[in-house]
């Protein structure tokens, strides 16, 4: 930024100009999300006082951002921060930045806990996240029940586990649990290698990419997430075969093992459940119209 230039609309002006020249694809929002991160100041205010200065240190903080923008690090990691279910999740690079479509996962799990649709023992419904990675999907489950007494129609408390092989992981999970204020257990280990009991409900965001589509994804996604939190081995499958496999022996009776998939795995999934003993699978679609959840209920 050039000397001189100070004001907010000179700021957000070069911002802009920086990114749309480097081709991120959100130049605008990003330019504006990494002004008010550094200012404070909301866009009602922007618009009111345009010319407001900004402090010599803004303005060195803005662009060293927009520049580290410009080089593909993803807004998230600058910030530390992504929002999901209405709620604010720490970020970094230890853990898969949650995205929008996840959001249809903790719908639907919500939906099934609300609709009586959970089995529990006696006193409550235990919930099983796997590799939950920032705890996003378990933490948004247990917070919105939460706010609905955290008791489903029939008086059952809701208790939650989320288990990752990442340590690093799990202690930004453990960070937002304690900064949401919300009671989870977190255990590192291999899929349900320390897992002990039955839940009403397993969930999973498993890595599902194929390994050789990964070169093609963003500079921000490949080179940023966890690769570990990529990769679903050859096929894609690889993680939803084991814990389909596996899991019958960690659900109650009549327990639902719901997944959220990549765009073009609904109907192998599908299948998948249906051959290892699971009713009424379910395909359900995201705000696009592409499969993003599968779910089905455990009867053997």
């Given amino acids: 930024m050039k000397s001189g230039e100070e004001s907010l609309q000179d700021a957000y002006s070069w911002g802009r100009g920086e990114l749309e020249s480097a081709k991120i694809q959100e130049y605008e929002l990003d330019a504006w999300y990494l002004l008010e991160y550094v200012t404070g100041i909301d866009k009602a205010r922007y618009y009111v006082e345009p010319a407001q200065k900004i402090s010599e240190e803004q303005k060195q903080t803005y662009c060293s951002l927009i520049n580290r923008r410009k080089k593909r690090v993803p807004l998230q990691h600058l910030t530390g921060e992504q929002a999901f279910m209405g709620l604010k999740f720490k970020v970094n690079e230890q853990v898969l930045i949650p995205r929008q479509d996840t959001e249809i996962a903790v719908e639907t799990a919500l939906e099934l806990l609300k609709n009586g649709k959970v089995p529990s023992d006696e006193e409550e419904i235990k919930i099983l996240d796997m590799c939950t990675g920032s705890g996003c999907i378990l933490l948004s489950v247990l917070y919105w029940a939460k706010e609905h007494a955290r008791k489903?129609?029939?008086?059952?408390?809701?208790?939650?586990?989320?288990?990752?092989?990442?340590?690093?992981?799990?202690?930004?999970?453990?960070?937002?649990?304690?900064?949401?204020?919300?009671?989870?257990?977190?255990?590192?280990?291999?899929?349900?290698?320390?897992?002990?009991?039955?839940?009403?409900?397993?969930?999973?965001?498993?890595?599902?990419?194929?390994?050789?589509?990964?070169?093609?994804?963003?500079?921000?996604?490949?080179?940023?997430?966890?690769?570990?939190?990529?990769?679903?081995?050859?096929?894609?499958?690889?993680?939803?075969?084991?814990i389909v496999r596996i899991s019958g022996d960690f659900l109650e009776k009549k327990g639902v093992l719901l997944f959220e998939i990549g765009c073009d795995q609904g109907k192998e999934v599908a299948m998948l459940l249906q051959e290892n003993g699971f009713l009424d699978v379910t395909v359900k679609k995201d705000l696009a119209g592409l499969d993003r959840v599968v779910y089905g209920v455990y009867d053997r």
Avoid: Q
């Fill in 152 to 242: 489903d129609k029939k008086g059952r408390k809701i208790a939650g586990i989320g288990a990752d092989i990442s340590e690093r992981a799990l202690e930004v999970a453990r960070e937002n649990a304690e900064n949401l204020n919300i009671l989870a257990e977190f255990i590192s280990g291999d899929l349900f290698e320390n897992i002990k009991g039955k839940f009403g409900m397993i969930i999973s965001n498993p890595p599902y990419i194929r390994t050789s589509e990964i070169e093609k994804l963003e500079p921000e996604v490949k080179e940023h997430d966890p690769i570990e939190a990529l990769d679903g081995k050859t096929d894609g499958l690889y993680f939803y075969r084991e």
